[in-house]
């Protein structure tokens, strides 16, 4: 049962990108389809390229989270420790997005960051090491 909120936060840690992309493109001028990183670029509203940002770094720090998720079930780590890492994971994800987006204090969004990379290094971290304890032991 647990796992399935590991799952869950996988699922929402695919969509923040787009929560991201859909403020950048309300925030700006009309929004042009057949150009997309035209209007970006032409944007003068510092909020839209914030939230563009903050698209990109959480379609960058997805890979990671989903690789340790499915390697920290793969790999037999207790199933509460893998939900709890992706709850604060997600959590940490979307307060990083509001604080990008927002334009605050760049030390409290390298902080929530940091924790967001920790819980992806951690899950990685820890079902590496749970392969090694279930290793075969040669006789």
Same mark, same amino acid.
């Given at each position: +049962? /647990?796992?399935?909120? $590991?799952?869950? @936060?996988?699922?929402?840690?695919?969509?923040?990108?787009?929560?991201? /992309?859909?403020?950048?493109?309300?925030?700006?001028? =009309?929004?042009?389809? =057949?150009?997309?990183? #035209?209007?970006?670029?032409?944007?003068?509203?510092?909020?839209?390229?914030?939230?563009?940002?903050?698209?990109?770094?959480?379609?960058?720090?997805?890979?990671?989270?989903?690789?340790?998720?499915? +390697?920290?079930?793969?790999?037999?780590?207790?199933?509460? !420790?893998?939900?709890?890492?992706?709850?604060?994971?997600?959590?940490? =994800?979307?307060? !990083?997005?509001?604080?990008? /987006?927002?334009? +605050?204090? !760049?030390?409290? =969004?390298?902080?929530?960051?940091?924790?967001?990379? $920790? @819980? $992806? +290094?951690?899950?990685?971290?820890?079902?590496?090491? !749970?392969? #090694?304890?279930?290793?075969?032991?040669?006789?």
């Amino acid at each position: +049962m /647990t796992m399935t909120v $590991a799952y869950w @936060c996988v699922l929402a840690a695919a969509l923040l990108p787009y929560v991201w /992309t859909t403020v950048a493109k309300a925030g700006g001028e =009309r929004y042009d389809n =057949r150009d997309p990183r #035209g209007w970006i670029a032409r944007q003068t509203d510092p909020k839209v390229h914030r939230a563009n940002s903050a698209q990109l770094n959480a379609f960058e720090a997805f890979a990671p989270f989903a690789a340790g998720v499915v +390697m920290a079930q793969f790999a037999g780590v207790p199933e509460a !420790h893998v939900a709890w890492l992706a709850v604060v994971f997600v959590i940490s =994800r979307v307060l !990083h997005g509001v604080v990008y /987006t927002l334009g +605050m204090k !760049h030390s409290l =969004r390298s902080l929530v960051w940091f924790v967001g990379f $920790a @819980c $992806a +290094m951690a899950l990685i971290a820890l079902a590496a090491l !749970h392969v #090694g304890d279930l290793a075969p032991v040669a006789a």
